[in-house]
Nanobody
């Protein structure tokens, strides 16, 4: 059973920084094809923030230059470094991992961690 647990969220003033962590268990992140961070603000749809697939990364336009996604295979943990935070970054942030095995898709989500950015 694969489990993803996010941590590192909190309250920060605009311009501040946070680092989110996603700890995986039940499967090494080395064996996971794609991992990423999504967020959902009140009244809005869940949106992709950043993703890492193999050696490639991609970001939502709204966070480019401010957020950095990375992973540490030895610690089996993925990170999202968030700098120059803005009030519009306020949301619940979710860790996601997905892969295919025997043609069957697997898609796992963490429980989410709240990020609140004050003006």
């Amino acid at each position: 059973q694969v489990r993803l647990v996010e941590s590192g969220g909190g309250l920060v003033q605009a311009g501040g920084s946070l680092r989110l962590s996603c700890a995986a268990s039940g499967r090494t992140i080395f064996s996971i094809n794609a991992m990423g961070w999504h967020r959902q603000a009140p009244g809005k749809q869940r949106e992709l923030v950043a993703a890492i697939t193999g050696g490639s990364t991609n970001y939502a336009d709204s966070v480019k230059g401010r957020f950095t996604i990375s992973r540490d295979n030895a610690k089996n943990t993925m990170y999202l470094q968030m700098n120059s935070l803005k009030p519009e970054d306020t949301a619940v942030y979710y860790c996601n991992a997905n892969w295919r095995q025997f043609g069957v898709p697997y898609d796992y989500w963490g429980q989410g961690t709240q990020v609140t950015v004050s003006s």
